[in-house]
């Protein structure tokens, strides 16, 4: 959680400027960001073929049902 964390501050937060918006508008960015670009699109090194997470899943269960 810690790295999703720092990943979360050096990508997105550092480089907007967040003083000077609501509470809503951030938690806007930070939905867009996790549910959008982290789990669908961002390059996994951690599974086969760098998918993103949603990405493998979704091949995963079609292999598992075409088995």
């Known amino acids: 959680m810690e790295s999703f964390f720092a990943t979360l501050k050096k990508e997105k937060l550092y480089r ?4 000077k918006m609501t ?3 951030v938690k806007k960015i930070i939905f867009r960001y996790v549910m ?3 789990n669908r699109k961002r390059i996994s090194t951690v599974n086969p073929g760098g998918w ?4 493998f899943r979704e091949k995963s269960a079609v292999a598992c049902t075409a088995a």
């Open 16 to 19: 907007i400027n967040t003083a």
């Open 23 to 25: 509470v809503e508008q």
């Open 36 to 38: 959008i670009y982290y």
């Open 52 to 55: 993103p997470p949603t990405v």
